[in-house]
């Protein structure tokens, strides 16, 4: 952690310098200045988490200071110093927002205390403030539910990373596989805990907008910007900035980003100054990071800063019976939710959620139950309300699903696994034509349903138009070449 800036006003040089010395002994960050308007100045460029300020100053009372500090940045803690004991400065002080008052020859031990106190109080308001910002109900590994081989790799990575102090983390994997959920965890299980967590959607928001949302902005940085502006950088301070969809940040932020990872500071909008932060970077992205950037379309510089630690998640479909676990944990909570009292699901509909490839992953799963749970009457979660599509998805007459009894509307219909395609499609020794594979399907599945394209296309799993279109191409080579057609099917 960087020490406490801390800034000291005074125009008499001696008390300066003997107050710089203090602050270094007591390990702060001593800055200084010698007037008001040098003291706004300061407050505004560097940003002190505290302000020992003279009230007797060459260019006019440090009251108004005072008043004009927490006006701008309230969070700073000020600690007035008088050179009497005038009872009405003390109470002045206090009005305006100073944390206490000192009155000269400054007792070290009474300022050192004083001193510390503010920081501490500062920190608990910071403290609050982030809890508000979080969800009452705390995010930690518990909640991740599965117990497959990979989600427990997963999972003691992640909290490996946690408790280490790595400052820049990345997340891949799939939409739906629980990133922000670790991102939390992450968060949680760390000594930042008690911090603030920022998520920011970095493709929710323009990239003009989002530089000034992320760095801040300084008095006058566009003709608009009346104040500082305090960006997520220093709103995490202490805490975790969560960049979700990193991958869509676009390159010119990207570089600044960059260059913030490795110097560890950073740089307000029409700010002249680098100023550090204390948070730590978890970026999440579901796009293939390698490839992007080999595509060019993210730094690889960037992405070789952020991968030094990165945590995959796996897809639903690669963690086995996981996605049962899931299940139930989710029809426990939506029984809650919903006041229903489903018992889990037929072992058809088992059978269903283990070979489906949930594109949408855990995500997908928790919206389908919420769904089917609605909608069911049963005790039991049925066939009856899963998704129209996994009916038309591989109807073959040998797809009897395990353990049902009797052949069903889905009883038929599931994923054509790889290996399905193998045993039925054998790829003939001497190889064959794609083309003509395709263009015999199509047209197996259009007289076999009577022209009709509607039906043509749910039998090859694609949508209507896509069949025209194939059946478009396929027609334009046919008259182009003059190719005939199934016999070529045969392997030549
Ligand atoms: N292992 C898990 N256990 C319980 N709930 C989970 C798990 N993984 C994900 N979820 C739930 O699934 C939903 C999606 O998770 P999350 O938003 O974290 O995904 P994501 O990877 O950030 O997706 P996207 O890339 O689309 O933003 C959330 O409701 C989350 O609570
Ligand atoms: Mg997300």
């Given at each position: 952690?960087t020490?406490?800036?801390?800034?000291?006003?005074?125009d008499d040089?001696?008390?300066r310098?003997?107050?710089?010395?203090v602050?270094?002994?007591w390990?702060y960050?001593?800055?200084?200045?010698q007037?008001?308007?040098a003291?706004?100045f300061?407050?505004?460029?560097?940003?002190?988490?505290?302000?020992?300020?003279?009230?007797?100053l060459p260019?006019g009372s440090g009251?108004?200071?005072?008043?004009e500090?927490?006006?701008?940045q309230?969070?700073i803690?000020?600690i007035m110093?008088?050179?009497?004991?005038?009872f009405e400065?003390?109470?002045?002080s206090?009005r305006?927002?100073?944390?206490?008052f000192?009155?000269?020859?400054?007792?070290?031990?009474e300022?050192?205390?004083?001193l510390?106190?503010?920081?501490?109080?500062?920190r608990?308001?910071?403290r609050?403030?982030?809890l508000?910002?979080?969800?009452?109900?705390?995010?930690?590994?518990?909640?991740?539910?599965g117990?497959?081989p990979?989600m427990?790799?997963?999972v003691q990575?992640a909290?490996?990373?946690?408790e280490?102090?790595a400052?820049?983390?990345?997340l891949?994997?799939?939409?739906?596989?629980?990133?922000?959920?670790?991102?939390?965890?992450?968060?949680?299980?760390?000594?930042?805990?008690?911090?603030?967590?920022v998520?920011?959607?970095?493709a929710?928001?323009p990239?003009t907008?989002l530089?000034n949302e992320l760095f801040g902005?300084?008095?006058?940085a566009?003709?608009?910007?009346?104040g500082?502006?305090?960006?997520?950088?220093e709103q995490?301070?202490?805490?975790t900035?969560?960049?979700?969809?990193i991958?869509?940040?676009?390159?010119?932020?990207?570089a600044?980003?960059?260059?913030?990872?490795?110097?560890?500071?950073?740089?307000r909008?029409?700010g002249?100054?680098?100023?550090?932060?204390?948070a730590?970077?978890?970026?999440?992205?579901?796009?293939d990071?390698?490839?992007?950037?080999?595509?060019?379309?993210?730094?690889?510089?960037?992405f070789?800063?952020?991968s030094?630690?990165?945590?995959e998640?796996?897809?639903?479909?690669e963690?086995?019976d996981d996605?049962?676990?899931?299940?139930?944990?989710?029809?426990?909570?939506?029984?809650r939710?919903?006041k229903?009292?489903?018992?889990?699901?037929?072992p058809?509909?088992?059978?269903?959620f283990?070979?489906?490839?949930?594109?949408?992953?855990v995500?997908?799963l928790?919206?389908?139950?919420?769904r089917?749970m609605?909608?069911e009457?049963?005790?039991?979660?049925?066939v009856?309300?899963?998704p129209?599509e996994?009916?038309?998805?591989?109807?073959?007459?040998?797809?009897?699903?395990?353990?049902?009894?009797g052949?069903?509307?889905?009883?038929?219909?599931?994923?054509?696994?790889?290996?399905d395609?193998?045993r039925?499609?054998?790829?003939p020794?001497?190889?064959i034509?794609?083309?003509?594979?395709?263009?015999?399907l199509?047209?197996?599945?259009v007289?076999?349903t009577?022209?009709?394209?509607?039906?043509a296309?749910e039998?090859l799993?694609?949508?209507?138009d896509q069949?025209?279109y194939r059946?478009k191409?396929?027609?334009e080579k046919?008259?182009?070449?003059?190719?005939?057609?199934?016999?070529?099917?045969?392997p030549?």
């Amino acid at each position: 952690m960087t020490a406490d800036k801390i800034l000291v006003v005074d125009d008499d040089r001696s008390i300066r310098w003997l107050l710089v010395d203090v602050l270094k002994e007591w390990g702060y960050l001593p800055i200084e200045a010698q007037s008001c308007q040098a003291a706004l100045f300061v407050c505004e460029s560097e940003a002190p988490v505290a302000v020992l300020l003279d009230i007797d100053l060459p260019d006019g009372s440090g009251l108004k200071a005072l008043r004009e500090i927490k006006n701008r940045q309230p969070e700073i803690v000020v600690i007035m110093i008088t050179g009497n004991q005038l009872f009405e400065n003390a109470v002045e002080s206090l009005r305006g927002g100073a944390f206490d008052f000192i009155s000269k020859p400054i007792n070290l031990q009474e300022l050192q205390v004083t001193l510390r106190n503010g920081l501490e109080a500062r920190r608990l308001r910071k403290r609050i403030r982030a809890l508000g910002h979080q969800q009452t109900r705390q995010f930690n590994f518990a909640q991740l539910v599965g117990s497959s081989p990979v989600m427990q790799r997963m999972v003691q990575l992640a909290r490996k990373v946690a408790e280490s102090e790595a400052t820049a983390v990345l997340l891949q994997g799939e939409s739906g596989t629980g990133k922000e959920l670790v991102a939390r965890a992450i968060h949680c299980g760390s000594q930042r805990a008690e911090g603030p967590f920022v998520p920011i959607n970095c493709a929710a928001i323009p990239a003009t907008l989002l530089e000034n949302e992320l760095f801040g902005h300084e008095k006058g940085a566009y003709t608009d910007a009346k104040g500082r502006k305090e960006g997520l950088f220093e709103q995490a301070e202490g805490g975790t900035l969560f960049l979700d969809e990193i991958g869509e940040l676009e390159i010119s932020l990207q570089a600044k980003l960059l260059r913030v990872l490795e110097e560890e500071c950073f740089r307000r909008v029409g700010g002249l100054r680098d100023l550090p932060y204390d948070a730590r970077i978890i970026a999440a992205s579901n796009r293939d990071l390698k490839l992007e950037t080999e595509a060019g379309r993210f730094r690889a510089d960037l992405f070789y800063r952020l991968s030094v630690i990165q945590i995959e998640l796996p897809p639903l479909r690669e963690r086995g019976d996981d996605v049962l676990v899931l299940a139930e944990h989710f029809i426990a909570h939506f029984n809650r939710h919903l006041k229903k009292k489903i018992t889990g699901l037929t072992p058809e509909v088992t059978e269903l959620f283990r070979r489906y490839h949930w594109p949408g992953n855990v995500r997908e799963l928790r919206n389908l139950i919420e769904r089917v749970m609605i909608l069911e009457d049963e005790q039991v979660i049925t066939v009856n309300w899963l998704p129209r599509e996994w009916a038309t998805l591989g109807r073959r007459p040998d797809w009897q699903l395990a353990g049902s009894g009797g052949p069903s509307q889905l009883a038929t219909s599931a994923v054509i696994q790889d290996e399905d395609v193998t045993r039925l499609f054998p790829l003939p020794p001497g190889g064959i034509s794609l083309e003509a594979v395709e263009r015999s399907l199509l047209r197996q599945a259009v007289s076999s349903t009577r022209g009709n394209q509607t039906k043509a296309a749910e039998l090859l799993h694609i949508t209507r138009d896509q069949l025209r279109y194939r059946l478009k191409k396929i027609e334009e080579k046919t008259e182009l070449h003059g190719t005939a057609d199934a016999q070529e099917v045969a392997p030549t």
